[in-house]
């Protein structure tokens, strides 16, 4: 089982659609949590970070669900700009070290 | 203004042939991290740096090795690249201050190209 699992899609959405991205993670002892955008050939950039049960910024939603291992990341009213590659990424420590999981990636495409 | 900076963007080099990529930073972060990313994958953490501390992780090859000579800057050496080290090369930096600064910071990575 892969330490961080992403549904890789392709979502395809009309704009102005709610579109919802499930992640699930192996590794009961995960300290953090982190939504990262990556556009085609770019780095990956940090969309949210999630600590407790959850995070909301503008039209972004995540949820953190530690009994199931699982965090979701919620867009409402999409935008052709939100086109892009979402990576679910965990942190599994230990410690101070940071050590980041990325899961694969979940492509969305935001049609006209 | 560019905070974690990589050069050079694009990077081509014959199989076998050595070569390193650079990653400096502004942010005055203790910590360093070199990713590889191949096509459709997700980024695979290579090696960090925690201050002057290195580690790295334990199924990277041998072929790869860093150099960290002070804070800003941070070296990624390929000895002796294979076609299958083609990918994206990603610096990262981190800050850490204990809980809830986990947060990293990515370059726009070097593509490397082995011909």
């Known amino acids: 089982r892969k330490e961080v699992e992403q549904d890789p899609g392709p979502f395809n959405v009309p704009e102005g659609a709610t579109v919802a991205f499930n992640c699930t993670y192996s590794?009961?002892?995960?300290?953090?949590f982190f939504w990262y955008r990556q556009d085609c050939r770019k780095e990956p950039k940090l969309l949210m970070s999630v600590y407790s049960s959850g995070n909301e910024d503008g039209r972004f939603t995540a949820q953190l669900n530690r009994a199931s291992q699982y965090i979701s990341l919620l867009i409402r009213d999409s935008k052709l700009s939100d086109s892009a590659t979402y990576l679910c990424v965990v942190n599994i420590g230990p410690g101070n070290t940071g050590k980041l999981i990325f899961g694969q990636g979940t492509t969305l495409q935001v049609k006209p | 203004d560019a905070m974690v900076i990589q050069n050079p963007r694009y990077q081509v080099t014959q199989f076998g042939k050595p070569v390193t990529l650079s990653c400096s930073q502004t942010l005055n972060h203790n910590v360093m991290y070199w990713y590889q990313q191949k096509s459709s994958q997700a980024p695979k953490l290579l090696f960090h740096?925690?201050?002057?501390?290195?580690?790295n992780e334990a199924d990277t090859p041998d072929n790869f090795q860093s150099r960290r000579p002070n804070t800003s800057f941070c070296f990624l050496d390929i000895r002796s690249p294979g076609l299958g080290d083609a990918a994206m090369y990603l610096c990262?930096?981190?800050?850490?201050?204990?809980?809830?600064?986990?947060?990293?910071?990515f370059g726009p990575g070097t593509r490397l190209t082995v011909l």
């Open positions: 990262a930096t981190r800050l850490d201050r204990g809980v809830g600064t986990d947060t990293q910071y």
């Open positions: 740096y925690y201050d002057k501390d290195f580690n």
């Open positions: 590794n009961s002892a995960s300290q953090s």
